[in-house]
């Protein structure tokens, strides 16, 4: 499984970004059989888990420092997963990555530990 992230940049605060995700997969496995999660590790920082979503969409998890600003999604059929961030602070200046647990239950995690792939991460930088 390869996971590629995209659309990071510069943007000033209160901006918004769309980033995407998007899995090269190995069949029998297909993108369904995935919860994914979006981590990010600020400069000098511990990566964190800030939100996952479910095999099937129904189903996703925010920390506090990103609810009701992020809004994490995903298009089984485009094998891509989306992260919305709205206002954005210089706070969320991170690394931003994409990662996929082989997982067909109800729910999603952030437990790094538990993820079995990782993407190389892009880039969000917000000015102040």
């Known amino acids: 499984v390869q996971v590629v992230e995209s659309g990071g940049g510069l943007v000033q605060a209160g901006g918004s970004l769309k980033l995407s995700c998007t899995a090269s997969?190995?069949?029998?496995?297909?993108?369904?059989?995935?919860?994914i999660g979006w981590f990010r590790q600020p400069p000098g920082q511990r990566r964190e888990g800030i939100s996952c979503?479910?095999?099937?969409?129904?189903?996703?998890v925010y920390a506090d420092s990103v609810k009701g600003r992020f809004t994490i999604s995903r298009d089984n059929d485009k094998n891509t997963l989306y992260l919305q961030m709205n206002d954005l602070k210089p706070d969320d200046t991170a690394m931003y990555f994409c990662a996929a647990q082989a997982s067909n239950g109800i729910s999603c995690d952030l437990e790094e530990a538990r993820m079995d792939y990782w993407g190389q991460g892009t880039q969000v930088t917000v000015s102040s």
């Open positions: 997969l190995s069949s029998p496995m297909a993108f369904d059989d995935y919860a």
């Open positions: 979503i479910s095999w099937s969409g129904a189903n996703t």
